[in-house]
């Protein structure tokens, strides 16, 4: 079997850190896209043959570098070399499309499949339309985004008001409930802020006045906001209320109860505007117009959806009910405990009329298109973009969308994956031109339009029933969903209920149910009356979907799977999987996705990295002997670590990586016994893997063979300094290295030197564990060998100040006392003899 360049090199450090998604982010969203420079990488490096040549190395870091397209046509050369034709290639979870869109960019016949529906119409526009039609139809969707534009703010654009100096970019609204003391009864202005604007140099805050019994705001900037008043505390956190009135305070069930009984309310605190010769944001307080506005735009909705509805025989304004539950659904769709029933009523009144007038157009743009003679799968195809375009609106046009007072505008609703209720609320105008985004998806489409003259087969599917014949496919590159870390279906059901009031009729299958099709899911969730828990549901599916990728693999196939569990488990999972299917794993890199190296304001290790593994659909090895695999792996997993190591690879997925790599010579095989017949669980001989690489690392760092007699938590304690240093952890972060020991922190093995603040995790250097005596030894020991590995670093100076900010005498007689202990031959004894003799003089 040909083996491919990832399976023995790949250049972890000059691809990782860099993310490009220009091309895929302006069309549409869709959560946790994979980068593109990486999914070139691996794509590309999977795709040819295995060789040392530096000439491969340097193409596969220009084709992921930002100026990859200048040597594509290199890489499709090489491609070739390796297959007849241009492979076939499968993502089977396509998602936002960066993995198919980098394969069709290589020149691989590429297929995308994918179960949620708006996903797959992204793929569409994304992958098949403008490869089909050509760069002329960014030009035809600008002049269809125009006149659907125009026509909307003909119709509606006097709801938002302007005049000849200035003109409303957006207005700011309060949530509100009743007072529940008796005797007040004031309505409570829900906000977690009071800033309008928290800058540097700009701070404008709305100020509270109680007038009979009423709070009404002032708009203070700079100076003039009261000595005694913190904007920053607002009336509300986590959903306790406070009365500006008469102090009563309301706990958050009653707060969320009020909502769902329908006794909360709206009001518009604030206008933001700008001068005509400005571009710099004012503020006032709303006006009688402002409001009498706001009015009529809710008299007149009612009007525009019954004409709207006459003509699409479906009611325009989404009815479909938000999904209630549990668990996941509770986490990602939290408005439903305050009363929101449908996806039509996270917008306020005239957000729904500009909405539903938006869907009134868009349908009459694909019959004016017809009438005009253009051919009916064109006009599906401009009408598509002009539905994303609505979608793209939506990020920040509804009464989720937060304002956001230190970059004076609107947040997108998606600041992370979940449809939350916000307190305060900004509602943009959504007819001041930055608002259209139309720019940005013709660019788009002028950009995908250039990546290749084919196009990418593309299905609705679920991955654990790939529509494709056995041994069908080259190469298969996935990136699969992660347990309950992202609810796709029930977040795109915010865009999928209006997609289907404009494209319904078009794409019959993509909308044919009330909302996105769970039931095949691949996410951590309970359907039904099943007895599975959710972890054991996605667990099931998962394996499943690795199955059918199995079948549909060609025999000298190659398989890619990435991944970014926050835990070790998810990683253990998909491993043990891919053996259970049959797979042989022949490599593991750790690719990391963010800045290189980059530390967060408070000291925080925050790298991102995604592991991909390498899987072969080879036949097993019948038997093998545990004394043999074992001396394999002590003979080839060095030369891995070393190679990792070369590449700078540090942390927690380090070890990761190499397990991957030893466990690939255990899978080779269908079983593996001990001297004694027993079969080898992969449980211990992961146990066995992770115990090589740590003393392997920790020999090599302190550079004698010390480690097999070092305890657990000593080896956590010299390989944290070793990567880390001073920096703090989030715990996953942390709990995956302590796990690469044997040790957890959650069942609190590592007292003494490890503080923990919330969800971030850091370790006491020596000069905050000031040993009161010598039977505090285990922290005594911990010190000594930190400073032992600052020895082997030549780092005399540190050793120094350590010694200065401890009692080094009770160090040095900890030292004394272990070498005097332990046999003569312990590796152990001969590092603290060393590091005696160096410190003498010091001491």
């Not at 409001?291 to 006459?310: D, H, P, R, Y």
């Not at 009692?807 to 005696?836: C, H, R, W, Y």
């Amino acid at each position: 079997m040909d083996q491919r360049y990832i399976e023995n090199n790949f250049p972890v450090s000059e691809v990782s850190g860099t993310y490009r998604i220009r091309e895929i982010s302006s069309l549409h969203k869709w959560w946790a896209r994979s980068s593109l420079e990486t999914s070139s990488a691996v794509i590309y490096s999977s795709l040819i043959s295995s060789s040392h040549d530096n000439e491969i190395k340097e193409s596969i870091v220009k084709l992921a570098g930002r100026e990859g397209t200048d040597i594509t046509h290199i890489a499709i050369e090489n491609i070739l070399k390796s297959f007849e034709n241009p492979p076939k290639v499968l993502d089977p979870y396509a998602g936002g499309g960066s993995i198919p869109f980098e394969a069709l960019r290589l020149g691989c016949e590429t297929y995308a499949n994918e179960y949620n529906p708006v996903a797959v119409l992204i793929e569409k526009c994304l992958l098949e339309y403008p490869q089909k039609f050509g760069p002329e139809l960014s030009k035809d969707f600008l002049r269809w985004m125009d006149w659907v534009y125009s026509e909307v703010k003909d119709e509606v654009g006097k709801f938002y008001s302007s005049d000849d100096n200035s003109f409303i970019t957006s207005y700011l609204w309060a949530r509100t409930i009743p007072c529940q003391n008796p005797a007040c009864g004031a309505e409570i202005i829900l906000m977690r802020t009071l800033w309008l604007v928290n800058k540097k140099n700009k701070k404008i805050a709305l100020v509270p006045q109680i007038k009979n019994g009423e709070v009404e705001f002032e708009i203070k900037e700079g100076d003039e906001i009261p000595q005694d008043f913190d904007p920053g505390k607002g009336t509300v956190n986590r959903a306790i209320a406070e009365c500006l009135v008469c102090g009563t305070t309301i706990e958050s069930n009653k707060t969320r109860k009020l909502f769902q009984e329908g006794k909360s309310g709206n009001r518009m605190v604030a206008v933001t505007f700008n001068e005509m010769s400005s571009r710099s944001k004012s503020y006032r307080i709303p006006q009688k117009k402002d409001i009498n506005l706001f009015e009529e735009a809710k008299e007149s909705l009612n009007l525009k959806i019954e004409q709207v509805s006459e003509k699409l025989g479906i009611n325009p304004l989404p009815d479909e009910p938000i999904p209630q539950g549990k668990g996941m659904i509770a986490r990602s769709l939290s408005v439903g405990n305050y009363g929101f029933e449908t996806w039509g009523d996270l917008f306020n009144p005239r957000q729904q009329l500009i909405m539903v007038t938006f869907v009134e157009k868009i349908n009459q743009a694909y019959d004016k298109m017809l009438s005009e003679g253009l051919d009916k799968d064109y006009s599906k195809a401009l009408v598509s973009y002009l539905t994303l375009n609505l979608g793209r609106l939506m990020h920040v046009y509804s009464g989720m969308a937060r304002w956001n007072p230190r970059t004076e505008n609107v947040r997108d609703l998606f600041g992370r994956p979940a449809i939350s209720l916000r307190w305060e609320c900004g509602e943009i105008n959504p007819f001041i031109g930055e608002m259209k985004y139309s720019d940005k998806i013709a660019d788009s489409i002028s950009d995908a339009s250039k990546i290749s003259d084919n196009i990418c087969h593309i299905t609705q599917s679920s991955a654990t029933k790939i529509p494709y014949n056995n041994d069908f496919f080259d190469a298969v590159f996935a990136d699969p969903p992660y347990y309950d870390n992202i609810p796709y279906s029930y977040l795109s059901d915010f865009f999928y209920v209006w997609f289907k009031r404009t494209l319904g009729s078009l794409y019959p299958d993509l909308f044919l149910t009330p909302l996105t099709p769970k039931n095949d899911e691949i996410i951590s969730q309970v359907v039904g009356e099943s007895t599975e828990s959710p972890s054991e549901y996605f667990e099931n599916k998962l394996e499943k979907s690795f199955q059918e990728i199995y079948r549909v693999l060609k025999p000298d196939g190659i398989f890619v799977v990435g991944y970014t569990y926050k835990t070790t488990k998810g990683w253990e999972m998909v491993i043990q999987s891919l053996l259970e299917c049959g797979f042989i794993v022949t490599a593991s890199w750790p690719i990391v996705s963010t800045m290189k190296n980059r530390l967060r304001s408070q000291n925080a290790a925050a790298i991102s990295t995604s592991i991909y593994i390498v899987a072969r659909k080879s036949d097993k090895i019948d038997l093998g002997w545990l004394k043999e695999v074992n001396s394999e792996i002590q003979e080839e997993l060095p030369k891995k670590i070393d190679n990792l190591l070369n590449e700078g690879i540090k942390g927690s997925d380090f070890f990761i990586a190499g397990l991957g790599f030893g466990l690939g010579i255990y899978s080779k095989y269908q079983r593996v016994l001990d001297n004694q017949g027993n079969e080898v669980s992969l449980k211990k001989q992961w146990n066995y893997i992770r115990n090589f690489i740590t003393d392997y690392i920790i020999n090599s760092v302190l550079g004698f063979e010390t480690s097999t007699n070092l305890k657990s938590r000593t080896k956590f304690y010299i390989l944290w300094r070793w990567i880390y240093q001073d920096s703090k952890l989030k715990f996953d972060e942390a709990q995956k290295l302590a796990r690469s020991v044997g040790l957890s922190l959650s069942n609190n093995q590592i007292q003494g030197f490890i503080v923990k603040n919330k969800d971030i995790i850091y370790l006491k250097g020596p000069d905050e564990r000031s040993p009161q005596s010598i039977e505090n030894s285990k922290e005594l020991i911990d010190v000594l060998h930190y400073l032992c590995l600052l020895w082997k670093q030549g780092k005399k100076d540190e050793i120094k100040t350590t010694l200065e900010k401890n009692d080094a005498n009770k160090i040095f007689i900890v030292a004394q006392t272990l070498s005097k202990i332990l046999p003569n031959e312990n590796p152990e004894k001969m590092l603290i003899e060393g590091f005696l003799a160096s410190t003498q003089s010091i001491n």
